[in-house]
């Protein structure tokens, strides 16, 4: 029922700028927590940002500390991510994330298809 959709990756080069979308459907998520991670090629998969649904708090990954961006507009159902000084390392396709808590500690976790970010030097 839940569908989150990425937009927003392509190619930049180290030092620029990319700004990255996350598009809901089928739920509304303003009442949870949403998150970004990114996954390079042979490595797992990492945590990079994660934003509460009131948006006043924001929790980063030591990697992207004052780098990278992640806010909300609840009245479109979207997360962004917006990523400044990029660094080769920061190559990987990024994926946005939301974790429902249910019943007797379960957590049902939603992901996106993933978008495509080359950083080049």
């Known amino acids: 029922q839940v569908q989150l959709v990425e937009s927003g990756g392509g190619l930049a080069q180290a030092g620029g700028s990319l700004r990255l979308s996350c598009a809901s459907s089928g739920r509304n998520f303003n009442n949870y927590a949403m998150g970004w991670f990114r996954q390079a090629p042979g490595k797992e998969r990492e945590f990079v940002a994660v934003?509460?649904?009131?948006?006043?708090?924001?929790y980063y990954a030591d990697f992207v500390k004052g780098r990278f961006t992640i806010s909300r507009d609840n009245a479109k159902n979207t997360v962004y991510l917006q990523m400044s000084s990029l660094k080769p390392d920061d190559t990987a396709v990024y994926y946005c994330?939301?974790?429902?808590?249910?019943?007797?500690?379960?957590?049902?976790?939603?992901w996106g298809q993933g978008t495509q970010v080359t950083v080049s030097s």
């Open positions: 934003i509460p649904s009131s948006g006043a708090t924001t």
């Open positions: 994330h939301l974790a429902v808590p249910g019943d007797l500690g379960r957590v049902y976790d939603f």
